[in-house]
Nanobody, 121 residues
């Protein structure tokens, strides 16, 4: 069992930036692919970004060029740097861990509790 705790969410203005963090418990963080998903009210959970054990990133088209995913295995932490935010980025953001990297939420075995990101116009 891997426990994931997101932080860094909050309020931002359109065009602004936020940096989300996901801290993982346990000593096997380095064995997992990590990802960020988001879910807005009334919408399905949406893939945002993923990073493999080898630190190869992948992004949804909607965030490519604006968001950057990174991981620090020594700190058991994955980050999501979000720049050029717009109101459409408003959602609860979830951190996920799994054995395979991909855009399908079913690929991930462990999930954090989520952190709210709200972007105002």
């Amino acid at each position: 069992q891997v426990q994931l705790v997101e932080s860094g969410g909050g309020l931002a203005q359109a065009g602004g930036s936020l940096r989300l963090s996901c801290a993982a418990s346990g000593r096997t963080f380095w064995t997992y692919a990590m990802a960020w998903f988001r879910q807005a009210p009334g919408k399905e959970r949406e893939f945002v970004a993923a990073i493999s054990v080898g630190k190869i990133p992948g992004y949804a088209d909607s965030v490519k060029g604006r968001f950057t995913i990174a991981r620090d295995n020594a700190k058991n932490t994955v980050y999501l740097q979000m720049n050029s935010l717009n109101p459409e980025d408003t959602a609860v953001y979830y951190c996920a861990a799994g054995y395979y990297s991909g855009s399908d939420p079913l690929s991930y075995d462990y999930w954090g509790q989520g952190t709210q990101v709200t972007v105002s116009s």
